[in-house]
């Protein structure tokens, strides 16, 4: 495929609606993986049944929509709380027994989890695919000839919410600073009286709550069925990787470059290369900055 | 050495009964889950290699297993030449892919290590999906059954004995692990990197040398599976769900020892096609019971029991000691 | 020696672990007549195994109001097939422990190869219904065989709609169409677009301007697919969907305002499924998709027999569902409802006396459900002629049956298509 290499008016008009289509994605990317960096940044657990999550917060959406026609925007404010204590049960009923336990451990725990999450949604509600449908999900703004999609610029603006947020969190309260101290070192962090434990229990919450809140919000763009996570886990990884890990801002900032790749890469050779494309810069990122591309060198070993 | 010998105990007993159940028992379905368990057990031995022995824990091992599956598929309906060496092949390229693990090995630790597994198992599976032309991309391949050694076309005996073969060969590799000066010097870099290469022990190029090796092993199994099981598909010789297989066998079995993935391959590889076969007829609402129940049994091995059945034996030898 | 004793122990668990659903069960009970049923019940393609065997079990309750097959109930061993290892294992299973002698399934085309072949290897009949590989018939396997024509026989039927009735409603020469091809990269996907493609170039001379496969399970966006394509301009985009990727894109390109002719998509899934049409309401209009047969349908285009039976199996799926059939239904019920009819000439499960049955069966369009005929060729495939696929459209929330015509009562709308508000 060859694109216009020259830039007439038509062309433009094309790289304006490709750069609306990169932010809007990337907004979508950076909100999953917010909550996925904290959680590995802080914790060091590679949490593989994150895409669960994310699917049990479109759950919520579809149920309360299809039941008593909530709108999604108002459902993420419940969602916030309700995937706060999905969080924590996890983490006291499943993740607390091995947050001290080898990697491997850690891994297949999550691994375990993501298959009882998915089937019980399968046993549960079926496998057959559903949809959020509220009133906005085929509004366009429209500037110019360039559209915006209304619902995914709502969740692009809410991702910027939250990540802000979550920064101000981590930096300038006590429990924030309490969390990041735990994260650079878990045993001096003990030494200095903090219950690791605890800031654990918090840091899992949160990263839970988010993703679920992303999961109501992401639920009007796609279909709705047990295996939905699996889309995203692996592109969120990618994210937190680009990004640093813990590093919230670079996870939004991930977010784009993934989501430039992937669009750019999508209209220049075709949707079938656009997976390789990012997971070759991963493979990339990784030998070269595994820090992230805006993480301190050597930050990758602390506490590995 | 003593603690070889006990090893050889219950490999004896492991493997003996493999050899002799097909003399016995004449039914399809067991001597099926026979060949699977031995298969999964091999495979599981192979990437214990890397990680249990070489503390390189991957999982993107269905990167191997698909090279060696397609590699062996391809030759066969292709080119029109046996599997055998259709394996042969794959063996070779999977030692080309083991070097570029084993490269990443040296640069990256941890989970880090094991996301760039999944990553480089990811990038073949998208790029074989891609490339209609010579794999048939999406479509997959059917491999054709053709009676006869050289075709790898075995009855369900031959199969038994075919998989057990993979089998010892996998667990001698590891015994040779155990037992070598490579194998010594691999605990070393195994158990800390820094101090081994203080010593002179050449880790980077170990850690290679056990990835290939790996590599080269799952590759061979794959070549078989894909014999057996008849039908090669990217989206699932090289998933992430085959990876994380080979691995959970390992670790539930017990890491780092021989018989570990084996003992590990009969309880995860019975559980499931017993859960399955009693579960999944039941009524279609009922049909995904028997992973949740095999998803919450990884759960609870993991956590409880982390060294494996194998340390269990270990637990007891210790009790046994003080006794 | 403690390890040997775990080892012992293990070995025990796992002697007794797989005797236990050893129990070789066998033929049931004098006056049930058992076959397998093989489907994805759990994994991505949950959805759709689901379906087929409601499908199934609809069909089997009306074989048993008639009588049953050779005299017996018609009774099921169903078995999982969540992936081609398992497709192969529960294969097994199904033959040595449940001792059943036909297996009928699969929906998806990587678990019927698997299975087929464990079928083959133990002289089981492998009554196939859906998947559609064009391989599947070409293995030399004896006693396999298919009730649905393959993804070939989708493409052709879609060129075929789309040069001779598009074309002369858009006053278009076959040859001076521009079609796009899109299309979700898994075997059904590439088997039809590939077919389709071939078709429209060497019997029509269509003009291609792309061809692209995705993965319709990491899909997120297609806009800038959708822009490429508007860059192009065709006349027909022949895409084919398998989920939520169908819904994504129709809802992008009128985002995007990408305007072209006709959209054309072939089987049940995607544009075909009922999801689609739940996921847009209204927005849908327009879509074809080749399907068996819906609202508008006329029964009276069949011949007797064939109304009887397809009045029966609405009124069933109607009961169960509350809904019209769904494509799975309709696909899995006609083929156990022609393995009836097999059953009935042959009265045994003889591979061989089956097999003569199979090729002895010759019945024109309009004799069974879907108003399909019956003809298998010498490979075990049932022939395009005689499983006549329809051309349906998204009509206000309903797939309706538009070609051939003389086939249904209602007719194609909005050709073209217009813009996109304007599809009422």
Redesign the interface.
């Known amino acids: 495929?060859d694109?216009?290499r020259l830039l007439g008016p038509?062309q433009i008009d094309?790289l304006a609606?490709?750069a609306v289509?990169t932010i809007l994605?990337g907004g979508?990317y950076a909100l999953i993986a917010v909550g996925l960096t904290l959680i590995?940044g802080i914790m060091?657990v590679?949490n593989f049944a994150h895409g669960e999550f994310l699917m049990l917060g479109m759950y919520l959406a579809f149920w309360t929509f299809a039941l008593y026609s909530v709108d999604p925007y108002v459902v993420v404010f419940v969602s916030i709380p309700v995937f706060f204590v999905v969080g924590l049960l996890s983490y006291v009923l499943?993740m607390r027994?091995?947050i001290h336990?080898?990697?491997?451990?850690q891994?297949?725990?999550t691994?375990?989890?993501?298959?009882?999450l998915?089937?019980?949604a399968?046993?549960a509600w079926?496998?057959?695919?559903?949809?959020v449908?509220p009133w906005h999900?085929?509004t366009?703004l429209r500037a110019g000839s360039t559209?915006f999609?209304l619902t995914q610029v709502v969740a692009f603006l809410i991702a910027v919410a939250l990540t802000i947020s979550l920064v101000a969190f981590m930096k300038w309260t006590h429990a924030g600073r309490v969390m990041r101290a735990t994260a650079q070192d878990r045993d001096a962090a003990t030494l200095m009286g903090i219950d690791t434990d605890r800031v654990y229990r918090l840091t899992f919450a949160i990263g839970i709550a988010a993703v679920g809140a992303a999961g109501v919000l992401v639920a009007p763009l796609?279909?709705v069925?047990?295996?939905a996570g699996?889309?995203f886990v692996?592109?969120s990884?990618?994210v937190v990787?680009l990004g640093g890990l813990g590093d919230m801002l670079g996870a939004m900032l991930g977010s784009l470059i993934v989501a430039a790749v992937?669009?750019?890469g999508?209209?220049l050779f075709?949707?079938?290369?656009k997976?390789?494309f990012y997971?070759?810069l991963?493979?990339l990122v990784?030998?070269f900055r595994?820090a992230g591309l805006f993480g301190q060198r050597g930050a990758?070993?602390l506490g590995? | 050495m003593s603690f070889l010998v006990r090893s050889r105990r219950g490999a004896l007993v492991v493997f003996g009964l493999a050899a002799v159940t097909p003399l016995v028992v004449r039914d399809a379905y067991f001597l099926d889950s026979l060949v699977l368990i031995l298969l999964w057990g091999a495979l599981s031995a192979a990437w214990n290699v890397a990680?249990g022995y070489a503390g390189q824990?991957s999982?993107g091992h269905a990167s191997f297993f698909g090279i060696g599956a397609y590699a062996a598929a391809l030759m066969v309906t292709r080119f029109g030449r046996g599997p055998w060496l259709g394996m042969l092949v794959g063996v070779v390229l999977s030692i080309g892919a083991g070097f570029i693990i084993g490269f990443?090995s040296n640069?990256?630790?941890?989970?880090?290590f094991?996301?760039?597994t999944?990553?480089?198992s990811?990038?073949l599976l998208?790029?074989v999906?891609?490339w209609r032309g010579f794999t048939a991309g999406g479509e997959g391949i059917p491999v054709p059954f053709r009676p006869g050694f050289a075709t790898l076309g075995l009855g369900h005996v031959g199969w038994v004995y075919m998989a057990l073969a993979a089998a010892l060969l996998c667990y001698r590799v590891e015994v040779y692990l155990e037992r070598s000066r490579i194998g010594y010097q691999l605990a070393g870099v195994r158990e800390d990197e820094d101090a081994a290469e203080a010593l002179g022990i050449p880790a980077r190029r170990l850690k290679v040398f056990a990835v290939t090796l790996s590599a080269a092993l799952t590759s061979v199994c794959g070549s078989l599976w894909a014999q057996y099981v008849g039908f090669v598909d990217p989206t699932y010789v090289f998933s992430?769900d085959l990876s994380?297989r080979f691995?959970?066998n390992a670790?539930i079995g017990g890491?780092g020892t021989a018989l570990g993935p084996y003992l590990g391959s009969i309880l995860i590889t019975l559980l499931e096609t017993y859960l399955r076969a009693t579960f999944s007829g039941v009524k279609t609402?009922?049909?995904?019971?028997y992973?949740?129940i095999?998803?919450?049994?990884?759960?609870l091995v993991?956590?409880f029991v982390?060294e494996g059945l194998a340390g269990i034996a270990a637990r007891l030898r210790a009790r046994r000691a003080h006794a | 020696m403690p390890r040997a004793t775990v080892t012992i122990i293990v070995a025990t668990l796992a002697v007794v672990l797989g005797g236990e659903p050893a129990a070789v069960r066998g033929q049931s009970p004098a006056g049930e007549y058992k076959i397998g049923v093989l489907e994805p019940l759990?994994?991505?393609l949950?959805?759709e195994?689901?379906r087929h065997l409601e499908g199934l079990e609809i069909v089997r309750d009306l074989i048993n109001e008639r009588g049953g097959v050779m005299g017996k109930k018609l009774a099921f061993a169903v078995a999982d097939a969540t992936d081609p290892t398992a497709a192969a294992s529960e294969a097994n299973r199904l033959i040595a422990r449940e001792g059943v002698k036909i297996i009928t399934g699969t929906f998806s085309s990587r678990l019927c190869g698997a299975a087929s072949e464990v079928a083959a290897r133990h002289n089981v009949i492998y009554w196939e219904s859906s998947c559609v590989d064009p391989r599947f018939n070409k293995r030399g396997l004896k006693h396999v065989y298919r009730t649905e024509i393959d993804a070939s026989g989708f493409g052709w039927y879609n060129v075929e709609f789309i040069a001779k009735h598009l074309a002369p409603r858009l006053n278009l020469k076959p040859n001076q169409l521009k079609i796009a091809f899109l299309s979700e990269?898994s075997s059904y996907g590439q088997g039809v677009t590939e077919s389709a493609r071939q078709r429209a170039k060497q019997e029509f001379g269509m003009q291609e301007l792309?061809l692209?496969?995705?993965?319709w399970?990491?899909?997120?966006?297609?806009?800038?697919?959708i822009?490429?394509m508007k860059?192009l301009n065709p006349d027909v985009v022949h895409h084919i969907g398998f989920?939520?990727d169908a819904?994504?894109f129709w809802?992008?390109s009128?985002?995007?305002?990408f305007l072209f002719k006709a959209l054309v998509h072939a089987g049940a899934t995607g544009y075909g499924?009922g999801?689609f049409g739940?996921?847009l309401?209204n927005?849908a209009n327009g879509v074809f998709a080749l399907l068996e047969p819906g609202p508008g349908f006329r029964l009276e285009a069949l011949r007797p027999e064939g109304q009887q039976i397809e009045r029966a199996f609405r009124e069933a799926v109607q009961k169960r569902t509350g809904s019209y059939p769904f494509g799975a239904h309709q696909l899995a019920g006609s083929g156990l409802w022609l393995l009836k009819l097999v059953l009935d000439r042959a009265q045994t499960d003889d591979p061989e006396k089956f097999r003569a049955a199979v090729m002895s069966l010759d019945l024109p369009i309009g004799s069974t459900i879907n108003g399909w005929g019956v003809k298998f060729s010498e490979l075990g495939q049932n022939a395009n002629e005689r499983v006549q696929h329809y051309m349906l459209q998204w009509q206000n929330g309903q797939l309706v049956t538009v070609w051939p015509e003389e086939f249904t009562t209602l007719r194609a709308k909005w050709i073209p298509l217009g813009s996109w508000d304007q599809r009422k």
Do not use: C
């Open positions: 495929m694109p216009a038509a094309v609606q490709l289509a994605l979508i590995f060091r590679v499943v027994g091995v336990a080898s990697h491997n451990v891994i297949f725990t691994v375990g989890l993501s298959v009882v998915q089937n019980v399968l046993v079926s496998g057959d695919f559903r949809f449908r999900l085929s366009v559209t999609n796609y279909s069925y047990p295996t699996l889309q692996l592109l990884y990618v990787v992937e669009v750019a999508s209209y075709g949707t079938a290369w997976e390789i997971f070759i991963f493979i990784l030998v595994p990758e070993t590995v | 990680g824990v999982i990443l640069r990256l630790k941890g989970p880090y094991a996301l760039s999944i990553a480089f990811q990038v998208i790029g999906s891609r992430v994380v691995a959970l670790i890491m609402g009922f049909a995904g019971i992973l949740i095999y998803g919450t049994a990884l759960i993991v956590r982390p | 759990t994994g991505p949950a959805f195994g689901k990269d792309m692209e496969y995705y993965n399970t990491t899909l997120n966006d297609m806009t800038p697919t822009l490429k860059q989920g939520n819904v994504l809802r992008q009128r985002e995007q305002n499924g999801d739940k996921a309401g927005d």
